[in-house]
């Protein structure tokens, strides 16, 4: 039981680093392909579709070869987690363009507490104090470190409600596909990545030519581009597996909680390769901030003992009124029904 046990810690680890180095890596890729100062290719929604029609070629070349059973998921589910993840990225996108850096890192922030409350709504989960509380510690920890100027107009604050609702119920929805038909997570997102790249590559460049007024076929493209474009979407696929294995083993406010370790990370790299200012605030919040991890990380524990000494156990001893009924059903009992009991046993 404790080498089980040790397996899924060390796996449970394992997906959440893959996450967080490939969500870490893909930004840093995407930060060079896209910034001025890289190579301006400044088309976040179509290059989403890219990511996803590679992992969905992943996905067919991995069920073509047996490596993974496609397993069935009604297509109205399917279609309908694609429109809230496309919803999502879309929202996320516009969210960026229209609000100030610092709203759209406090939108980011509140999607813990919306995830918490949709959980309580959808699945009736609660939570113990001391989660509540890391949690809290943990929003505070990364909005020090990242939330500067706080502007906001109408449109910006209706895209940023729509992102982080859709993005808060897409996480939900990831796990509850899971436990209901049974499936694994690259098994689901190989049924879900063809949709939503289909959709992003037919949309992508109208909601990009939205977004900064230019269309992709008027981008001229280098041998440098390309080479970031084809990194960006590998990343891409080791992103979305670990994302579903992540919710799939952990839940969607745990994978929330824990991904801010991908915001301190970014700002560190940042500081690192790019030369991006860390200032004593940055420093301060990643403190707080991981403190806030490590108190939820013991809250979370804390509160599975708690649960495990709440479930009744079954009864191993008899009473003295068991004992006495069964000797009276044994001693009554005619002999050759007695040996074949025993036989039988």
């Known amino acids: 039981m404790e080498s089980e046990n040790k397996k899924s810690a060390?796996?449970?680890v394992g997906a959440w680093a893959m996450n967080v180095i490939s969500s870490v890596g893909i930004i840093m890729a995407n930060k060079q392909l896209m910034s001025s100062s890289g190579y301006a290719f400044s088309f976040a929604t179509t290059l989403t579709g890219f990511h996803f029609a590679v992992t969905a070629l992943v996905g067919l070349v991995s069920n073509a070869t047996g490596l993974s059973v496609s397993k069935h998921v009604p297509m109205w589910e399917?279609?309908?987690?694609?429109?809230?993840?496309?919803?999502?990225?879309?929202?996320?996108?516009?969210?960026?363009?229209?609000n100030s850096v610092g709203f759209y890192q406090i939108s980011k922030l509140s999607m813990i507490p919306v995830v918490c409350i949709m959980e309580w709504i959808i699945h009736s989960k609660q939570y113990s104090k001391e989660v509540k509380l890391s949690v809290i510690v943990v929003v505070i920890?990364?909005?020090?470190?990242?939330?500067?100027?706080?502007?906001?107009?109408?449109?910006?604050?209706?895209?940023?409600?729509?992102?982080?609702?859709?993005?808060s119920l897409q996480q939900i929805t990831i796990g509850s596909l899971q436990k209901k038909y049974s499936i694994g997570s690259f098994e689901l997102l190989s049924r879900t990545a063809p949709i939503q790249a289909l959709s992003l590559?037919?949309?992508?460049?109208?909601?990009?030519?939205?977004?900064?007024?230019?269309?992709?076929?008027?981008?001229?493209?280098?041998?440098?581009?390309?080479?970031?474009?084809?990194?960006?979407?590998?990343?891409?696929?080791?992103?979305?597996?670990?994302q579903y294995l992540c919710i799939g083993r952990f839940s969607a406010t745990s994978f929330q909680v824990l991904g801010h370790m991908k915001t301190i990370c970014v700002l560190t790299l940042g500081w690192l390769l790019f030369d991006s200012e860390l200032t004593f605030k940055n420093i301060m919040g990643m403190v707080i901030a991981v403190v806030g991890m490590v108190v939820y990380s013991w809250a979370v524990e804390a509160e599975k003992s708690s649960n495990a000494k709440t479930v009744p156990h079954t009864k191993n001893s008899l009473t003295e009124e068991e004992i006495r009924l069964l000797k009276e059903g044994v001693e009554s009992m005619p002999l050759k029904d007695l040996e074949l009991s025993v036989s039988k046993g």
């Open 201 to 242: 590559l037919i949309l992508g460049p109208f909601i990009d030519y939205y977004l900064n007024g230019k269309f992709i076929t008027h981008y001229k493209i280098s041998s440098g581009a390309i080479l970031f474009i084809i990194l960006s979407c590998s990343l891409a696929v080791f992103c979305n597996v670990s």
């Open 10 to 12: 060390v796996s449970d």
């Open 141 to 167: 920890g990364v909005g020090v470190c990242t939330v500067t100027d706080v502007k906001v107009n109408a449109k910006g604050f209706i895209c940023a409600c729509l992102a982080v609702l859709s993005t």
């Open 78 to 98: 399917l279609f309908w987690f694609s429109i809230v993840a496309n919803v999502s990225i879309t929202g996320m996108n516009l969210s960026l363009m229209l």
